[in-house]
């Protein structure tokens, strides 16, 4: 870690005067297409802490979404990345190969679910892993038809914007998207539980719900494969009921359909293992990274089975950049960190620390309508007090007022009404602590 001292401090309002003057020139050079959480301009950051170029130091509950799980600039990234840049910046894996693409591959394989043979490729974003995964799947089992989930998030470009749920602000507008993509129910505990309270706590119930879906309206014989994020990120961070993703895993090995695990915003210790599918003890057939991969040089992997990854043939799959060898020396630089430091154990002590403040929150105000989530991955559901309605409107008020507070949040979900947190899991217990004080203090002003 920098020495950026470790504590909040506004010197001006946010955004302060140099950040505005830099959000004028983003708006003459930048496209307007680009939005932004908060319109304040980072100078450094590191553990708990982003500064910005007015001196205001914020705590950071975002890590870049989901990104900067080891902590901002983290000191064996920053080295390795240095030294990696000096020694070459790039050839192409599919020119002259090097041993950091193939090191990174070995150890994908290694800490994924999944003791049988595998296989890993890297590209450089979430989406186009995603997007990768749907071609192996398809090259293996020799079908087309997909199915992704309600409420799902798996990218911008155009086969991932039709795996996306979600129009506004992904979708509207840039159609048409690719074809042969069908949608199924997921397991969304807490608003299943509120038409059946059955269906919301049993996975395997609404497991069958779904797959009449897959079998009945597509049919395995068209299905090559099922995408699911274990924990929905940008759907508002839904765990799925016990036993749903184990029963969908099972009717797709009978079935012949690949089941892909879109681990890009959960993985990499993120939950409190290194991957959110070992929480249900499943072995995905391929799992997607990016986001925590790299403490946030852009690098993305599909990783599974040998005999699927495998499938497609020489030179079908690749990219110019795919696997760059300074994104790979941080990504082995990031895996030693999260293995060394403990810091999946650190995801579960923030888990403990941030469900016992918000429960006791939810204890007091009904306008907090769940608390969920897995290690330093947990989110809060608001609604109408004394109703399950969604009220997106307290959410962004909410989301404002912590800003303007110096508390990095982000906001998610469906109906836009999940306050999420994903803090780094460097950031002290002490700066944890004061974030949620200054959230409960704004939320009683509200
Ligand atoms: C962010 C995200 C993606 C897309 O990743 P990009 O790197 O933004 O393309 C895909 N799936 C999930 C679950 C994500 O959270």
């Not at 960190?337 to 403990?352: F, M, V």
Request: glycine share 10%.
């Amino acid at each position: 870690m920098t020495d950026l001292e470790q504590s909040r401090l506004l010197v001006t309002e946010i955004p302060g005067p140099r950040s505005l003057e830099l959000a004028a020139r983003k708006h003459t050079a930048v496209s307007a297409g680009i939005g932004t959480t908060m319109p304040v301009f980072c100078a450094r950051a590191a553990g708990g802490i982003i500064e910005d170029v007015d001196g205001n130091r914020l705590i950071d509950l975002g890590s870049g979404i989901a990104v900067t799980t080891i902590g901002n600039a983290a000191p064996r990234v920053v080295e390795a990345v240095g030294a990696q840049a000096a020694r070459f910046t790039h050839t192409c894996f599919m020119v002259t190969p090097y041993e950091e693409y193939v090191a990174v591959a070995e150890h994908l394989n290694r800490l994924t679910p999944g003791s049988g043979e595998k296989r890993s490729v890297l590209f450089n974003s979430g989406a186009e892993a995603v997007e990768n995964a749907v071609k192996i799947a398809r090259s293996y089992t020799g079908k087309q038809a997909v199915v992704a989930f309600d409420h799902a998030y798996h990218g911008r470009t155009n086969l991932t914007m039709a795996l996306t749920a979600k129009s506004m602000p992904y979708k509207s507008g840039f159609g048409p998207f690719a074809p042969e993509i069908y949608r199924a129910p997921l397991s969304y505990p807490y608003r299943d539980g509120l038409v059946d309270k059955e269906l919301g706590a049993n996975g395997e119930l609404a497991a069958e719900r779904a797959i009449d879906v897959l079998d009945k309206q597509i049919g395995a014989a068209n299905l090559a494969a099922v995408i699911i994020e274990p924990i929905q990120g940008e759907g508002g961070f839904i765990v799925p009921a016990p036993g749903f993703l184990p029963a969908l895993l099972a009717w797709c090995r009978d079935n012949d359909v690949v089941f892909i695990a879109d681990e890009v915003q959960t993985g990499f210790g993120r939950t409190g293992a290194m991957f959110a599918c070992e929480h249900e003890g499943i072995e995905p057939d391929l799992i997607c990274t990016a986001k925590g991969i790299a403490d946030g040089l852009p690098l993305s992997a599909v990783t599974g089975r040998a005999e699927i990854v495998d499938a497609p043939h020489v030179s079908g799959l690749g990219g110019t950049y795919g696997g760059n060898p300074v994104a790979c020396a941080a990504a082995l630089a990031t895996i030693e960190t999260l293995e060394r430091d403990g810091l999946l154990e650190r995801a579960r002590q923030i888990e403990t620390l941030m469900k016992d403040r918000l429960g006791r929150l939810q204890a007091d105000d009904d306008r907090l309508g769940d608390v969920r989530g897995r290690g330093a991955m947990i989110a809060v559901e608001l609604v109408k007090t004394g109703t399950a309605e969604p009220d997106p409107e307290l959410t962004k008020k909410l989301a404002a007022a912590a800003h303007a507070a110096g508390v990095v949040v982000l906001t998610c979900g469906t109906y836009g009404n999940v306050l999420r947190f994903l803090p780094p899991l460097t950031i002290s217990d002490e700066l944890l602590i004061e974030a949620l004080d200054v959230l409960a203090l704004v939320l009683a002003d509200l």
